[in-house]
Structure formats: C-alpha cells, structure tokens
C-alpha cells in the first residue's frame, strides 16, 4: 500500500513554472508523524510539502496515480486550496482513498468536505490503522477510532471525542527520514540551518488569548525531561544543527523546562534550540538554564506595547513583563525576536505610537508584524459571531471597519511604519553587533547582513510583506 502525504501551499496549488517557495523554517511536523503512523500500519509513504517542493503537473499526477491513499493536512486559512487539491485527486484517480486532518480540523471541529475520512486530534497513534481500514473498504471498523467524520454508504457517521494522546512519552517519534531536512531551516526568507529538526516536549496550551485556535482545543500534557532529552539526542546525533520546540506552550510548567535545559547540559548535547516563549512565565534561573543548553533564539509573543490591547487579546501578560523578558535574554547574549499584531478593533494611532515607542525602547533584535486574522475557533471569532458581525462560514475574517478596526490599507501602513521606525536605527545595528560579536555567533552575523541587505533592497518601496513575516495572527506560543 502505498500513501501520499500532502501540505499544501497556502498560496494555492501551483505546479512547474507556476510554483514559488514559501521560505519555511520548520519540516511539517505533524505529517511526519502522521508518515510514521502509516508506516508502522504497512504502507509506502511519500511527502509532498508543496511550500518547499516544485513538482511538475505530471509528476503530481503519477505520484496521485501511484497511491492507495492521499491523506492532506489543512489550515484554515488554506482549506479551499485543501479542498480543490482533493477534487484535482480525484479527477486524476477516482478510486483513490482521502483522509484530512491538521489544525483546521482540529479548530473547528469539522470535515473537510471532499474527504472520505476527516480526523480531528492527535493522529500519530491510530490514523495508520485508520488509513489501512480505509483503503481495505471495512468501513464498519472504523466506528472503533475516535474523531472521525466519515461517509458509510448511507450517512455521515461521527465517532466522537478528538483523538487526545495519554502519556506523550509513549508517543512514537516522527519519521524525519521522510523529509530532506536541508529544504527547510528559513527564516525570513534567509537560510539559518541546512539541517533543521523539530519537535513538541508537551501538547495543549491553558492559557486563553482570544485570536488564538489552540486555546482549549487539547488539555495540556507534557512529557518528561528525560524522555524528551532522549529524543534531542537522536537529533543531535543526526546531525541536525538546530532544533524548534514547535508547541503550543513549552513553560506552562517553568520547572519542567528548567530541567529539560538541564538535562541536555548534563548529557553535553552540542545543538543550537528555539522557540516561541510567553513573556510573563521567563525568569532569570530559567533562561541562565536556557543559555547554557544552548538556546540560541526566544520568539516571543509580545502583540502589542500597550496594555489596553493586551488586555482585549485577553493575553494574561503584561507590557512590563515583555520588557522584562527582552532585558533578561539581552543580558545572556540570547537572540530575541518579537510578535506584534495589528488591527485589533480598539487600536487606534496612539496605540501604534505606543508600539513603536514600546519596541524602540527595548534591546530587541528583530521584530515582525501581523495584522489581524479572525479565525473559526477563537473566542474573538465566536464574540463577533455571536454579534453578527461574522458570518458562519466566514472562516478567516480579516480585521476591519466592519469589526470596529481601522481600514486594512491604513493598517499596512502601519505596519510600513513600524518597521521602518524599527529597522532603519543605526543604532539598533550597532548594538545587534556588539551582541553577536560578544557571544561570538557568526551565523547570527551572516543572518544580519544578508537581512539588512534585503531590507535595503526592499525599503525604497516598503513591500516588505513578501519577505518579512506577516504572519497573521499567529500567536506565540
Ligand atoms: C511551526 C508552525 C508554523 C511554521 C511551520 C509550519 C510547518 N511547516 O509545519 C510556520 C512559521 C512556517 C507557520 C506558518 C503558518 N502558520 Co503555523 N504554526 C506552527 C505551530 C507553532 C506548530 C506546528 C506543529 O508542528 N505542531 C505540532 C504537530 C504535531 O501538530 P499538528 O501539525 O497539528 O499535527 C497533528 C494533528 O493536527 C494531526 N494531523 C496533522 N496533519 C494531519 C493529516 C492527516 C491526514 C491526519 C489524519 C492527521 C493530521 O496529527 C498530528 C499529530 O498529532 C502551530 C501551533 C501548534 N501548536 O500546532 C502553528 C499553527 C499551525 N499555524 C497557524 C497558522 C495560521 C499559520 C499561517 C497560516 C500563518 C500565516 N498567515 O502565514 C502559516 C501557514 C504556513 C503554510 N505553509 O501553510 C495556526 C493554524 C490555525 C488553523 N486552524 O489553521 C496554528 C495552529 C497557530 C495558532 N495557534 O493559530 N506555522
Ligand atoms: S497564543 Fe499561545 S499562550 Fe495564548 S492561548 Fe494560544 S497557544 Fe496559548
């Protein structure tokens, strides 16, 4: 049996000539567990990261031709490229089996319309046995999963709850090897590692940001220091030179994070670590414990530099705490990079002012801008649904005056001007400098010059929005 695992582009489907890049930093994740589960359950697979890899029409269509089952992960804000990307499978091998999951399922908690199966939850444990079942016919015994959504002839079947791992220390590993790792590792468009792996240490987030999908979506679970230490050490001895905690939330518990940075001091493992952090739960013991593991870069969340706005994002941090945060990674040569989001309905000029004064004012090294996206899934979704201001399949609304906000083209404006206020300080480059010259990072140098290269390149205009990350509305953690 053979699988074809698809992450579609969320520029949309496009093949030969027509094909562009998204510079990507991390492997998709969770297809590469997905890839495992079905081979442990039999099958051939193949991935398809159509963000990375060009393909050629026909190629796709003897890669489609070739599979018993085509299983497609769908964000949101990608679902009708997910979703014309299974009718082009279909007209190209009708017999062919399709099972969707990823965070949009999840989010929502709907199917994807086109699938035979949807799964909504965790899939590494039982969408193997979901796909062999699938592609054998039995549908019947697919009533034993939970989280499906599929057709049994007659009507559509539900089989419950998501599908919520217990102890993630029994959790498989993902199949790296299905990935060519050297594809991957950009950040902002510029290489930071040919040979880049990530991983999750816990899953779910308690935490309840109101533009966030994730809140409330899976209970946290973590998983203990020495069997994710375990886990980085495989990587390191691949040969992997820098690893991301893609998670939700790695210091819910600041004391397990402590002792995973620990441990992988203890063990001497030799690789450069980031990961997007909440401001409000670092502190000086936990990120010393950070540095000497060999944490090279903190992301952190910091959306805005006024509290009026933290507080309607229902963030639970403070404008305090993300100075304090920045400070403390400054002072242990700890490279930072911030989140800011734009177009929250209150925002007015004074609070981009704010912004600008609040990122300026603190020794941050880089910085990136999303304007708002409401989401299916967040609260802040279901409030302007609930006023009507949203409709039921308006899945991804962008901010605006129909929500209260200011007009989009005002808000990239905004955003133009933040980055010029940020990026164009002599000042800023001097200190970033002194920084990599201090900790002795030449990466971090190379990083910078091709950075502010491109930067250069791209003010006479200000259209940074096709390198830089606007990545909208994408939380933190
Ligand atoms: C790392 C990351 C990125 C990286 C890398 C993405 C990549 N290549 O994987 C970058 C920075 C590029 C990125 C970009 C974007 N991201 Co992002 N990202 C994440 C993050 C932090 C981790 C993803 C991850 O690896 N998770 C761990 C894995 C194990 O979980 P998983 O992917 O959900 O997979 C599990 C299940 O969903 C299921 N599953 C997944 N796929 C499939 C497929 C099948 C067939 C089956 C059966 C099951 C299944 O089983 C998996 C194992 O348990 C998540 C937040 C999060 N905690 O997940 C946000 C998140 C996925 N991103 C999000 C968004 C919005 C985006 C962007 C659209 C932002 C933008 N406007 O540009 C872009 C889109 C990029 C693209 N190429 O399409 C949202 C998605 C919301 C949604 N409902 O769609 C999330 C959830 C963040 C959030 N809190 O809102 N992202
Ligand atoms: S933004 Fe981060 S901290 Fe906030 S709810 Fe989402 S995952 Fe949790």
Sequence with gaps: MRALLILPSFRGNHFGAAWRKNPTITPPLGLLYIGGALERSGFQVRVLDMNVQAISQAEFKDAVRQS??????????ARDIAEELIR?????????????????????????PGADVSFVGEGEETAGEVGRILVEGDLDRLRQFRGLFYFDGQEMVRTGLPMVLGDLNLSPRPARHLVDASRYGELIGIRVSDRVAAMTTSR?????????????VFRYRDRTPENVVDEIAEI???????????????????????????????????IRIMMQLRVDSVSEEMLQAFKDAGVWSLIFGIESGTQEILDFYDKGATVEQGRRAVLMAERLGIFSYAFFILGAPPERERHFD?????????????????????????????????????????????????LGALPYEKLEEQMRRAYRAFYLRPSHYWRLLRKCWGVRDFTLLVFMARFSLKLLRHFHAFALAEDLPIVRSVPET
Excluded at 68 to 77: A, E, N, P, R, W
Excluded at 206 to 216: D, E, H, N, Q
Excluded at 359 to 381: E, H, K, R, Y
């Design 354 to 402: 704010e912004n600008i004064r609040f990122m300026t004012s603190v020794p941050l090294d880089f910085v990136g801008f999303n304007i708002l996206d409401v989401q299916a899934g967040s609260s802040l979704w279901a409030k302007e649904r609930r006023r009507g201001l949203i409709r039921a399949d308006e899945l991804v609304t962008p901010t605006g005056p129909r």
């Design 88 to 112: 082009e499978v279909r007209t190209i091998h009708p017999r062919v089996k399709v099972m969707a999951g990823g965070p949009h399922l999840n989010s929502t908690m709907t199917p994807l």
């Design 68 to 77: 018993d089952l085509i299983g497609v992960s769908v964000l949101t804000v």
């Design 204 to 216: 779910g987030c308690p935490y309840k940001c109101s533009f966030c999908v994730r809140r409330g």
């Design 236 to 270: 390191a001895a691949a040969g992997h030179d820098l690893l991301i905690f893609n998670e939700d939330n790695f210091t819910v518990v600041p004391e397990r994070s402590i002792a995973v940075m620990r441990e992988i001091k203890r063990r001497g493992i030799k």
